[in-house]
């Protein structure tokens, strides 16, 4: 398993570039030249699309998936090809691509992005939520509303996503700073999940509590001893401890 960069090989990195795996770490999805896979996944992109990516190889890779997805906009890609792509990466290109659709609502845009927020692939997940996460912003109440239902999809993924998608802090994206003031507006998201029988969803509305203690210490604590009473089962006792980590 790679460590850093340097250390994935040329020959795994050449089947990456080309489109034909999927990255197994962080690191190899890091390791990837954007505009090699471009001109691999979508073989008419335009010399001059692929000198734009080029450009912006040092860049960061957030910035670097939504500058892939608006090129594949410009020239019109078809979108069905890229969500059943079998790299990680340009599947991460087809989140950022619904998230910069112009017209399409807050609804259409959820519904397009459920498969890949139920992505088999690890990466494709995150940027799933990350992708979307600044329209949830700008509608938040809307977006609550919308995403309350997925917490009781059969699927832990997309229970998952519906809490991580609008976590106040969260990782690798600006802050929402209504929800740091007002975190008990995402309760219909949170209060289904508290005791979420799946590791992967706990830890997602761990992380949210933790991230709203930070600015709301008082309400976490409340929140918790009130669901280790309603619900003293291990799920919501994990989940609290965990939510509670930095409160001192």
């Known amino acids: 398993m790679s460590r850093g960069i340097a250390d994935v090989t040329p020959a795994r990195l050449a089947l990456l570039n080309g489109g034909s795996v999927a990255s197994a770490t962080l690191t190899e999805g890091l390791a990837i030249d954007f505009a090699q ?10 010399a001059a699309r692929l000198e734009r990516m080029r450009a912006q190889a040092a860049a960061g890779i957030t910035k670097r998936m939504a500058l892939a997805a608006q090129l594949l906009l410009d020239a019109q890609v078809d979108l069905v090809p890229l969500l059943a792509h079998p790299s990680d990466t340009v599947r991460g290109w087809a989140c950022f691509v619904i998230a910069a659709q112009a017209g399409w609502t807050l609804p259409q845009q959820l519904a397009a992005m459920r498969p890949l927020a139920d992505d ?8 799933a939520w990350l992708a979307l996460r600044p329209h949830l912003a700008e509608s938040l109440d809307e977006a ?7 917490t009781a ?6 229970r998952r996503f519906a809490c991580e998608a609008l976590r106040p802090r969260g990782v690798w994206c600006a802050h929402i700073a209504q929800l740091k003031a007002q975190p008990q507006l ?4 949170l209060q289904p999940l508290r005791a979420d029988p799946a590791t992967y969803v706990q830890d997602s509305v761990a992380n949210w509590l933790n991230d709203a203690a930070k600015s ?3 309400w976490v604590r409340s929140l918790c ?3 280790l009473l309603e619900s003293p089962v ?3 006792q994990r989940i609290c401890k965990r939510a509670q980590r930095s409160i001192s």
């Open 234 to 236: 291990a799920a919501t």
């Open 37 to 46: 896979l471009l001109a691999a996944a979508v073989p008419d992109i335009g």
């Open 144 to 150: 609550i509303a919308l995403l309350a239902p997925w």
């Open 153 to 158: 999809d059969p699927s832990e993924r997309v």
């Open 120 to 127: 088999g692939h690890f990466g494709v997940r995150e940027w």
């Open 186 to 189: 995402a309760l219909p998201l």
């Open 216 to 218: 709301q210490p008082d």
């Open 225 to 227: 001893a009130q669901w």
